[in-house]
């Protein structure tokens, strides 16, 4: 089945700083690559995705990137804010699930 | 917002006694997915079902059970809560081909 990993676990940034957090995954055939944003006790809400057939997409402050060769992928937000302090999941998909990576805390100090 | 309803959103049992945890969806999605979430760790899924085909992950304790008894509504049953089945259950539904929509979660707490 589908493996991803998620670098790093915790990342700490100044406001206005961008943060970037990365993922690879194992299965070749994943072909949809989520981003999930979840706050303290709320649930998990995309915020970007990207397809395989595509190697980078930008939505305002945060983007994605994809290297289907080297199976990795990763997020950037650039100007960071206060309220983007939250924890960040990437998924990879394989038969209809998603395969989470295991998160990472985000913190925006003002 | 409410597209995927949780029910009810707080649950506490006490150990060993059954409980059930509901989710409806207005979407008319054909999959419905149920996740336990634990604190500072990623939902790990439990199992699916597209349209009426069950799916359970290798690893999902035979104490979990699941009824899909119409596109709309599917179920949690913990058929014999333990302390260690405390967490969120999440509840998603998807096309299967891209994203997930989540549910809010049902924080259960076992006493």
């Known amino acids: 089945g589908e493996n991803v990993e998620q670098h790093p676990s915790t990342l700490s940034v100044q406001e206005g700083d961008s943060a970037v957090i990365k993922c690879t995954y194992s299965?070749?055939?994943?072909?949809?690559f989520p981003w999930y944003k979840q706050e303290l006790g709320k649930r998990p809400q995309l915020i970007i995705d990207?397809?395989?057939?595509?190697g980078e997409k930008k939505d305002q402050r945060i983007a994605v990137t994809l290297n289907k060769t080297a199976k990795h992928f990763s997020l950037h937000i650039t100007e960071t804010q206060p309220e983007d302090s939250a924890v960040y999941f990437c998924?990879?998909?394989?038969?209809?699930?998603?395969?989470f990576g295991k998160g990472t805390l985000l913190t925006v100090n003002p | 917002d409410a597209m995927v309803i949780q029910n009810p959103r707080y649950q506490v049992t006490q150990f060993g006694k059954p409980v059930t945890l509901s989710c409806s969806q207005t979407?008319?999605?054909?999959?419905m997915y149920w996740y336990q979430q634990k604190s500072s760790q990623a939902p790990k899924l439990l199992f699916h079902?597209?349209?009426?085909?069950?799916?359970n992950e290798a690893d999902t304790p035979d104490n979990f059970q699941s009824r899909r008894p119409n596109t709309s509504f599917c179920f949690l049953d913990i058929r014999s809560p333990g302390l260690g089945d405390a967490a969120m259950y999440l509840c998603?539904?998807?096309?299967?081909?891209?994203?997930?929509?989540f549910g809010p979660g049902t924080r259960l707490t076992v006493t």
């Open positions: 998924a990879g998909t394989g038969n209809y699930k998603l395969t």
């Open positions: 299965d070749s055939a994943s072909n949809y």
């Open positions: 990207i397809r395989s057939n595509v």
């Open positions: 979407l008319n999605h054909n999959v």
């Open positions: 079902y597209y349209d009426k085909d069950f799916n």
């Open positions: 998603a539904t998807g096309t299967g081909e891209r994203e997930q929509y």
